[in-house]
C-alpha cells in the first residue's frame, strides 16, 4: 500500500512511525513533511494547505490510502477533496471539522444538545464585548472563534487584562479573521485532561488519556505554548471519570454532530477539565493533539493503519482496539526563545534509541545527510516503561543523550502527576 500523510510535525512523525509497522505499506509519502520526518517517509515540499497540489499528488501516485493531520487543512476541506477522487482518508470533513474550526459552533452544539461545558456569551460587536466585561466574573477566558495555531485563548485575571484580549483579537485583527468573533467564557477550575478518540461516527474508542504541560518555564510559568511535554495515562482520569466522560460528553458529541448533519470521523480530541461538578469539555479539536500523540500512539497496541481504515468505512465497532497498561512521558527540545523569537539553523545530532524509546521531530531540515534546527519546537524525546516514574526519568536521561546546542527542556514534565500518584 502506498499511504499519504499531511502535515509535517512532530504529531505526524508518530503517525508515521506508528503505521510503518503495519507490513502492507511499501511506501509513505509526506506533505511536507521535515527533515527528520525523511528517515521515515518520503518528504514532498508541498504545503499541508495546498490542496489543489494534494490531490493532484495523491492521484497522480495512486495513493491508497491518505491521514490529513493537522487542524487547517482539514478546515479547508482537503479530506473532502481527496474524497472527491475516490481516495479513502483517515480525518474529518470540513463540516465535521467545523467543531474546531469554530468555537461558536461547538459552544453552540454543547448547550443545544445539554453537553456538559462552562458558561458562555457570543460577541460579534468589540463595544458590546467591551461593555460585558464591566460586569462579568474574573478570571475570565476569551477565546478567537476560528483556528489560531492554539494560541486564540486569553485567560485574563483582571478587567483590564480581558479588555486588552477583545481589542487585540477584534481591532488589532492579532489573529486575522478567526478573532473576528469571540467567545467569553468563566473559568474552570480543576485538572485538566486530554482524551483522543477515534471514532466512526457511531462508536468512540477514546485513546489513553494524557496530561499536557503549556506553558514554555518550570512550575507552569513562562507563556502558552503548543505543548512543553506529556505524560500518559492521565492520573486525574479515574475509572469513575471516565464512564461520565462516556456517558455525558463523548457519546452524545457524536450523536449530537451525527443529528446535526455533520458525521464526524476521525480523531475527534476532548480537552477536558474535571471540576468539582464533574468532568467539562474546555474545547474540542478534530485531529490528533500534539504532543498527545507522541506518548498515546506508542501504547497502542492494535495496528494504527488497520483502525484508520475501519474508521473511514463504518466498522469501528468490529474492531477491538488495545492499548498497553504501561506509562509514556514526552519532553519536547525547543528553540531558545520559543514561543516568541527564536533562531534556526542549530545543527542536531540524535543518538541511538533503545526499543522503548523514540525521537519524533517537529522542526527540523536536512542538508547533506545532517538535521539542523528548523522552527519553535523541534524534537520530542519519549520512554514507555512499567510506570510514570521510571517513564519521566528514561524520557529525560534519552533527551540529555540528543546534542542541540539552542536548545531548551522543562525539567518538570510529569512531576504533577507523580504528586498526585503518591496522594
Known amino acids: 500500500m502506498k499511504i499519504l500523510v499531511v502535515g509535517g510535525g512532530g504529531r505526524e512523525h508518530a503517525i508515521i512511525k506508528k503505521i510503518k509497522e503495519n507490513k502492507r505499506v511499501e511506501e509513505i509519502f509526506a506533505l511536507p513533511g521535515n527533515g527528520g520526518i525523511a528517515a521515515d517517509a518520503t518528504c514532498v515540499a508541498i504545503g499541508a494547505k495546498d490542496k489543489e497540489k494534494i490531490v493532484s499528488f495523491a492521484v497522480e501516485n495512486k495513493i491508497d490510502f491518505a491521514v490529513v493531520a493537522p487542524d487547517d487543512p482539514l478546515v479547508l476541506g482537503v479530506v473532502d477533496a481527496l474524497h472527491e477522487v475516490g481516495i479513502p482518508c483517515f480525518g474529518p470533513e470540513a463540516k465535521a471539522a467545523i467543531i474546531e474550526g469554530s468555537k461558536i459552533f461547538s459552544k453552540n452544539l454543547m448547550k443545544k444538545y445539554g453537553i456538559p461545558t462552562a458558561e458562555y456569551e457570543v460577541f460579534e460587536n468589540m463595544d458590546e464585548a467591551l461593555s460585558y466585561l464591566e460586569t462579568a466574573p474574573y478570571p475570565a477566558v476569551i477565546k478567537a472563534d476560528g483556528l489560531a495555531l492554539g494560541k486564540g485563548v486569553v485567560i485574563a485575571q483582571t478587567r483590564e487584562e480581558a479588555r486588552q484580549a477583545v481589542v487585540e483579537m477584534m481591532a488589532n485583527k492579532k489573529f486575522g479573521e478567526s478573532g473576528t468573533k469571540i467567545v467569553i467564557e468563566e473559568f474552570l477550575t480543576g485538572p485538566e485532561v486530554s482524551v483522543l478518540s477515534f471514532t466512526d461516527g457511531n462508536v468512540v474508542v477514546p485513546m489513553v488519556s494524557s496530561m499536557d504541560h503549556k506553558r514554555a518555564l518550570d512550575n507552569d510559568e513562562g507563556l502558552n505554548t503548543g505543548g512543553m511535554g506529556t505524560i500518559a495515562p492521565n492520573p486525574c482520569y479515574t475509572q469513575e471519570v471516565e464512564k461520565e466522560c462516556?456517558?455525558?460528553?463523548?457519546?452524545?458529541?457524536?450523536?449530537?454532530?451525527?443529528?446535526?448533519?455533520?458525521?464526524?470521523?476521525?480523531?475527534?480530541?476532548?480537552?477536558?477539565?474535571?471540576?468539582?461538578?464533574?468532568?467539562?469539555?474546555?474545547?474540542?479539536?478534530?485531529?490528533?493533539?500534539?504532543?498527545?500523540?507522541?506518548?498515546?500512539?506508542?501504547?497502542?497496541?492494535?495496528?494504527?493503519?488497520?483502525?484508520?481504515?475501519?474508521?473511514?468505512?463504518?466498522?469501528?465497532?468490529?474492531?477491538?482496539?488495545?492499548?498497553?497498561?504501561?506509562?509514556?512521558?514526552?519532553?519536547?527540545?525547543?528553540?531558545?526563545?520559543?514561543?516568541?523569537?527564536?533562531?534556526?539553523?542549530?545543527?542536531?545530532?540524535?543518538?541511538?534509541?533503545?526499543?522503548?524509546?523514540?525521537?519524533?521531530?517537529?522542526?527540523?531540515?536536512?542538508?547533506?545527510?545532517?538535521?539542523?534546527?528548523?522552527?519553535?519546537?523541534?524534537?520530542?524525546?519519549?520512554?514507555?516503561?512499567?510506570?510514570?516514574?521510571?517513564?519521566?526519568?528514561?524520557?529525560?536521561?534519552?533527551?540529555?543523550?540528543?546534542?542541540?546546542?539552542?536548545?531548551?527542556?522543562?525539567?518538570?514534565?510529569?512531576?504533577?502527576?507523580?504528586?498526585?500518584?503518591?496522594?
Do not use: W
Open 246 to 423: 462516556m456517558e455525558k460528553i463523548f457519546l452524545p458529541t457524536i450523536r449530537a454532530m451525527k443529528a446535526e448533519g455533520r458525521t464526524f470521523k476521525g480523531c475527534l480530541y476532548f480537552g477536558l477539565m474535571v471540576t468539582k461538578n464533574g468532568p467539562k469539555v474546555i474545547e474540542y479539536n478534530c485531529r490528533f493533539g500534539d504532543p498527545e500523540t507522541q506518548v498515546v500512539l506508542p501504547l497502542l497496541k492494535s495496528d494504527l493503519l488497520t483502525v484508520m481504515q475501519a474508521v473511514e468505512n463504518e466498522t469501528l465497532s468490529s474492531l477491538n482496539v488495545e492499548f498497553s497498561s504501561d506509562s509514556a512521558c514526552c519532553v519536547v527540545l525547543a528553540s531558545k526563545g520559543y514561543p516568541v523569537s527564536y533562531e534556526s539553523g542549530f545543527p542536531i545530532q540524535l543518538p541511538e534509541t533503545k526499543a522503548n524509546e523514540s525521537i519524533f521531530v517537529a522542526g527540523a531540515e536536512e542538508r547533506e545527510g545532517k538535521l539542523f534546527s528548523h522552527g519553535g519546537r523541534v524534537l520530542g524525546a519519549v520512554a514507555v516503561e512499567k510506570d510514570l516514574k521510571t517513564a519521566v526519568s528514561s524520557a529525560y536521561a534519552l533527551a540529555d543523550r540528543i546534542r542541540f546546542e539552542n536548545g531548551f527542556m522543562r525539567r518538570d514534565i510529569g512531576q504533577r502527576a507523580l504528586k498526585i500518584l503518591e496522594k
